[in-house]
């Protein structure tokens, strides 16, 4: 009886950000069926259910990035669990799905960069493998590879097929009457 009811007050324990200086709403929140933690190697591995979802805050309002996975490999730039500001990036496999407003990108394999990766070229961006599909809205962009700046806005999906081109489905804008 014990044992249950210490359970229920570690469950029922708010999180909360690991300092003062990072709100939870900033967080990185992951969770998944299984964890690990791998010191030597700085990274840390979800399997079953991976899901990261990084909540709007006041600098962003507009973005909720949240991304599905079976499986997650997070890399760390230094050692420890520390906050969001510590990710690398983030590898996902399997039934990967990318969600950010009326954005969404689907694969099998992707990895996703947080916007907080330091002087990176690579921040605030997701590039993806095998049987890529954008979606923007009601326009779609099929192929085999494709990477998004979400900073910037740019979409880019290539094949890597002569047999396989990139599809592309552009719905046209409503025309507004006055």
């Known amino acids: 009886m014990f044992f249950c009811l210490l359970i229920f007050a570690f469950c029922a324990t708010p999180l909360q950000a ?3 200086q990072h709100t939870f709403a900033e ?30 805050t006041e600098k962003n309002s507009w973005s909720q990035h949240i991304l599905t996975a079976d499986t997650f490999c997070v890399q760390f730039r ?3 669990l520390s906050s969001e500001k510590n990710i690398q990036s983030i590898q996902a496999q399997g039934h990967v799905c990318f969600r950010d407003k009326d954005f969404e990108i689907k ?6 960069y947080p916007p907080d ?3 990176s070229d690579t921040a605030e961006r997701i590039v993806c493998k095998t049987k890529v599909t954008l979606k923007k809205g009601k326009h779609v962009l099929k192929g085999d590879q494709g990477e998004v700046n979400l900073k910037t806005g740019l979409y880019q999906v290539t094949t890597t097929s ?4 990139v599809e ?11």
Do not use: F, W
């Not at 069926?33 to 979800?46: H, R």
């Not at 002569?162 to 081109?165: A, E, N, S, V």
């Open 168 to 178: 592309a489905v552009i719905m046209p804008q409503p025309s507004k009457t006055s």
């Open 107 to 112: 694969a099998e394999q992707c990895i996703y």
């Open 162 to 165: 002569p047999t396989h081109p």
């Open 27 to 56: 967080a990185l929140v992951i969770t998944g069926d299984e964890m690990q933690y791998e010191p030597q190697k700085n990274e840390s591995y979800v399997v079953g259910h991976a899901k990261a979802q990084r909540s709007p």
């Open 78 to 80: 230094s050692q420890g």
């Open 18 to 20: 690991e300092n003062d």
């Open 117 to 119: 990766v330091p002087k």
